[in-house]
């Protein structure tokens, strides 16, 4: 992908124009205006209260939680919380919304404008990291869901999602290309998970996106957009965007005219199709809900909620990086996700404690093994960082053994696939094995001294200049005591020996 996404066509490139409506299922016990529990998978209709099914004469009352979860994310992304904002109806017939109208916010949101930085990523095609701004965020309640796989000739209508608290995190059109989208998403996933305020898992619902595209020639004007609903992955966002944007320029291209509509995904075909003509405002007839008192908020909650906040990816990262000394890369990759930092931060404090060193000290050691071995490791099983074997605690203790000269780097590795088939603790396994690494010079220098006459045709070649063949010596003396013998005192023998 180029540095600037195009796409080419017989009148010249065409760039896209990209916006996200995210709506984030807020992290609650209860719905947005009922006690009626939010669990995921419960049986159809067992979570339903008469608010939610819009009995006569039943009054919404605002849970606090739910309130709070959508400033502490309007906080995370550095965005203006409105201390006075207001709910709307939205009205709208449709089988799966009991009062035939939603309670949303149009005019007057909870959260005002904010931004989110994504990172450069030369390979994707971001050349330089970018702030992609929001406008708003909205609190607002979630339809139920219609089930058409139950009877052959009837539709089922299950209202357990009803009422569910939504978050609807709108960004402003500052997307250029799949890959911004896609980083954006995943970024924004990050933040969410870290806040607590929604867990992100897209394949369950609780975290969608309505993505707007557009396309026009460089510095025109915006084109006519449409929106594809309810996209449920990164890469199925990023497929759509891609697809729809070529559409467009293939209807443009052809004479023809682009259409404001809503559409839909194809996730099996990679293709959009058009689902109803596009809404505005006005043809939901919103107006302010009259059930509902608006909500005003007072200095010390805002403050409680951004003390509530834990370190935000950005800062995490930095931190890993100049009080660490971390990589960048390593750094981007340990703050991606939060269970991802908080196994590192238990896995380097552990380390720190068993080895009596400071945490930027044994830092960079855990950093890597958790990325190269743990990661790979689990990689090939099939597991996640949550299902890994292997806890933070084990991984310290095998680091340590490491670290103090017990076992070698190569001999880590063979105790290491022990624990994840096990479980054991590596120094039981150091020691039932008889894996301890050896020091003993003399042990060595023998060893060392046998390496040599058997090849002393290479030695002279050694001696001769050709000094690669160090590591050939270093190799079979490590092969010949089984691995087991101390690196550093074998090079030093070596060495000593060679002349």
Known sequence: MSKDYRIQGATGEWEVVIGLEVHAQVVSQAKLFSGAATAFGAEPNTQVSLVDAAMPGMLPVPNRECIRQAVRTGLALDAQINRWSRFDRKNYFYADLPQGYQ??????????????????????????DKDIGIERIHVEQDAGKLMHDQHPTRSYVDLNRSGVALMEIVSRPDMRSPAEAGAYLRKLRAILRYVGSCDGNMEEGSMRADVNVSVRKPGDEFGTRTETKNVNSVRFVMQAIEYEAQRQVDVLEGGGRIVQETRLF????????SMRSKEDAHDYRYFPDPDLLPLELDEAFVEDCRHSLPELPDAKRKRYVEGLGLSDYNAQVLTAEAETARWFEALLAESARIQKKSEGEVARASANWLLSELYGALNRLGKTLEESPVNPERGAELLALVADGTISGSIAKQVFEIMLETGDAPARIVEDKGLKQTSDTGAIEAVVAKILAENADKVEQYKGGKEALFGFFVGQTMKAMQGKANPQVVNELLRKALG
């Open 266 to 273: 194809n996730p099996d075909s990679g293709t959009t199709r």
């Open 103 to 128: 309670i949303s916010q149009l005019y007057h949101p909870l959260v005002g404008e904010g931004k989110l930085t994504i990172e450069a990523d030369e390979k994707a095609g971001i050349p330089a």
